[in-house]
């Protein structure tokens, strides 16, 4: 049984040699990248607990790589440079890092680091799990736990089919999801042209969710592709 499940990117192998001996000590299972898109590959594969993401690589660098995971993510991430300015460590936590060390680090704090962010993380599951079950757009939410939807506070009553759609586009918010999709996802069935069953659902979420349903906030249409949910401004 392993501590977590650690990502440690750096093109240098001499700091992830350096990493992986005091890390592997303390118990937690190791993976590594020697490169921001080899970084992005691994996370999209293997459950990650934590990643330590070096800023100065070549090919895409580490606050680069750090923007593409956050799109996905909500792991911890401690990103490792050179650089001591204050910029660069504010740039680093402004685009989603959670701590920064400057190199050359003392190996000890890397791995208190490492720990006070994970205990952080866990301290919260209960809270995240919770989370995990609510969609915050712009005034509205989702709680899937719950099958509830709400607006600006106010309680709004959906029927379980209007629900899927809803929240099917919202855990794809921002993307445009095509009237087959939708159809195959929510009725588990192939949409037909001649179906305009769920253009009926669409108007009736709207006429619940949007106050003006005409010019939707939320459910917009994608003439010719499909619908989506804009993301929060």
Request: net charge neutral.
């Amino acid at each position: 049984m392993h501590n977590g499940t650690l990502l440690l990117v750096d093109d240098e192998a001499e700091i992830i040699k350096l990493m992986q001996i005091y890390l592997e000590h303390e118990g937690y299972r190791l993976l590594t990248a020697r490169s921001g898109p080899e970084a992005l590959d691994i996370a999209a594969k293997e459950t990650v607990d934590l990643m330590v993401l070096d800023i100065m690589m070549p090919e895409m660098d580490g606050l680069e790589a750090c923007i593409k995971i956050r799109e996905t993510k909500k792991f911890p991430i401690i990103m490792l440079s050179a650089k001591s300015q204050e910029m660069d460590k504010i740039t680093g936590l402004s685009l989603g890092a959670d701590d920064y060390v400057t190199k050359p680090f003392s190996p000890l704090e890397l791995v208190a680091r490492i720990k006070s962010q994970l205990r952080r993380t866990r301290n919260y599951q209960g809270d995240s799990a919770a989370r995990e079950d609510q969609i915050l757009i712009d005034g509205l939410l989702i709680n899937s736990a719950k099958h509830e939807v709400a607006v600006e506070g106010q309680p709004v009553k959906l029927t379980p089919r209007e629900f899927a759609i809803l929240e099917l586009l919202a855990r794809n918010c921002g993307q445009v999801l095509s009237m087959e999709q939708i159809f195959a996802k929510v009725w588990k069935e192939q949409y037909l042209d001649s179906n305009n069953t769920l253009m009926v659902h669409i108007r009736k979420i709207r006429e619940k969710i949007e106050v003006n349903p005409r010019k939707p906030k939320y459910l917009k249409t994608v003439w010719g592709v499909g619908y989506k949910i804009e993301k929060g401004r």
